[in-house]
C-alpha cells in the first residue's frame, strides 16, 4: 500500500499507538489501514460414498482437483458463500450440514472453512473456473493431483469420519507445504 484510501497521502509502515505490530498509516490523516487475512469457503458435498471434485481451470494450480471454495464476499455469510462457490464452480447445489474444517494458513494469511453437505440434486457441470467436475468414489481419490492442503487434509478427514460415523468440526494451523505451490 503507498497511498491513503482516506486522503491519498502517502502512507507509511509504523507501530500506530496503542497496537503491538506494524500498520500501514497515512502520514497526513493517521489513518490506520488494517489488512488482514483473507477467508474461504467451500463445500465438502457428497453422494453416497462419492464427494463432487472440481478441476481447476484458472490458477493458481490449473489443472489440480479441488472442492469447490473460494473467497467469501463481503455481506455473505461462510455457509452461503461455501453454496455460492459450489454453484459457480460446480453447478451444484447442496444442503449443508454444518462447518466441518478450519485451516488457519499464517504463511499466506488464509483462513479455510469448508462445510460438509450432500449434493442435492446429484447434478453438477463445469462452471467458468473448472475445466472438470467430476463424482470420486472414496477409494478413488486423485491424492497426487489436489490443489491445496486444506482440501487434502479436509478429504482425509471425510474418510477417517466416514469410518468412525461421526463427523466433528477440526481446526489446525497449516505451516506451508513444498508440494502445494
Known sequence: MNYCS??????ALRIPEGDDRPRHQCQTCGQVHYQNPRIITGALLTTGDQVLLCRRAIAPRQGYWTLPAGFMENGEGADAGALRESWEEARAQGTLDG??????LPHINQLYLFFRGTLD???YAAGP?????????????????LAFRAVEKTLRYWLEDRRAGAFPTRHETLEADPRFR
Open 6 to 11: 482516506q486522503c491519498a497521502a502517502p502512507v
Open 99 to 104: 462447518l466441518y474444517t478450519a485451516f488457519s
Open 129 to 145: 473456473e473448472s475445466e472438470a467436475v467430476a463424482l470420486y468414489a472414496a477409494d478413488a481419490l486423485p491424492w497426487d493431483a
Open 121 to 123: 440434486p446429484v447434478a
